[in-house]
């Protein structure tokens, strides 16, 4: 459950880095780097969001369910 919550919140702050840079984008002097700043950490937020989920598959600390896209078909019997 832990691993949700942190995952949700991690996306939950991807999403607001973007908003936020769109804001300082529109709003802000042309001089300005807020908004650079901004998409530089949602980069960062996303690469990291992207190891963590490849590091908990990996180490068996997150298990996939749910719907399994490829589905094969049972292998013979022996005596067949």
């Given amino acids: 459950m832990l691993s949700k919550i942190l995952i949700i919140g991690v996306f939950l702050g991807i999403l607001y880095t973007l908003a936020s840079s769109f804001y300082f984008l529109v709003s802000d002097d042309h001089d300005s780097d807020r908004a650079v700043r901004r998409l530089s950490w949602r980069v960062g937020l996303s690469l990291a969001l992207l190891a963590a989920?490849?590091?908990?598959?990996?180490?068996?600390?997150?298990?996939?369910?749910?719907?399994?896209?490829?589905?094969?078909?049972?292998p013979p019997a022996a005596g067949e």
């Fill in 53 to 74: 989920l490849w590091g908990g598959f990996h180490f068996g600390i997150i298990e996939p369910q749910g719907v399994n896209p490829v589905r094969y078909p049972a």
